[in-house]
């Protein structure tokens, strides 16, 4: 069974810029959620999808943006980048039946912004 | 609001010693808790999980968990730290309001030989 694939895996955007992230899901999975990971604030929740509506979202302003489309596989989408945007972007997939349902990451997109 | 603290930044033990690596929760209720592992360059790995049941919980790679209700605490152990062990390692908990999971900042494991 394929896991999470993220990609790209890195990417290096300037300052102003927007960039699209994507997320494919494991097979069967509805849920997606998103992750900012950085040294200095850790794991950051961005958003949830489930079934192609935003469950859930995180303290981020409105340029971190996100979408599900029907086969479950997510994009995520920052508008004019600043340099603090610049961290592992991690996407997770699960069933979400419950609560305890275990969530499968990615490996992840590094975006570095210049 | 639920929260998750790891109070150790970073350890270093010595391969083949035991380990132990301490979460803190901030919850009201019976929290759902989790255990990850992170290699350098690569997602999350979940370890173990506990929701109910046997307060003593057994994860893959030998790791185990204890979950102490009156301390508030979910603390992973190892008997016996193997250098493959080095990673950060995350506790979180899931957020019954909102169907995403809180993480704590995490703590890096050095092995020694």
């Known amino acids: 069974k394929a896991g999470v694939t993220q990609t790209p895996r890195y990417l290096i955007k300037t300052r102003g810029q927007q960039v699209t992230l994507s997320c494919s899901p494991i097979?069967?999975?509805?849920?997606v959620s998103w992750y900012q990971q950085t040294p200095g604030q850790g794991l950051q929740f961005l958003f949830e999808?489930?079934?192609?509506?935003?469950?859930n979202k995180g303290n981020f302003p409105g340029r971190f943006s996100g979408r599900q489309f029907s086969n479950s596989r997510s994009e995520m989408n920052v508008s004019t980048l600043e340099l603090g945007d610049s961290a592992l972007y991690l996407c997770?997939?699960?069933?979400?039946?419950?609560?305890?349902?275990?969530?499968?990451f990615g490996q992840g997109t590094r975006l570095t912004v210049v | 609001a639920q929260s998750v603290t790891q109070p150790d930044i970073h350890i270093t033990v010595s391969e083949g010693a035991s380990l132990e690596l301490r979460c803190n929760y901030s919850?009201?209720?019976?929290?759902?808790l989790f255990w990850y592992v992170q290699s350098p360059g690569q997602g999350l790995q979940l370890l173990l999980k506990?929701?109910?049941?046997?307060?003593l919980v057994q994860g893959i790679k030998g790791f185990e968990a204890e979950f102490k209700r009156s301390q508030s605490s979910f603390n992973l152990r190892k008997p016996s730290v193997h250098w493959s062990d080095a990673a950060e390692y995350f506790c979180?908990?899931?957020?019954?309001?909102?169907?995403?999971?809180?993480f704590g900042a995490g703590t890096r494991l050095f092995v020694k030989a």
């Open positions: 506990y929701f109910s049941g046997d307060t």
């Open positions: 999808y489930f079934s192609e509506t935003q469950r």
């Open positions: 097979s069967g999975h509805r849920s």
């Open positions: 979180a908990v899931g957020d019954t309001g909102g169907f995403k999971t809180i």
């Open positions: 997770a997939s699960s069933t979400r039946q419950s609560l305890n349902t275990e969530a499968f």
């Open positions: 919850y009201g209720a019976t929290p759902y």
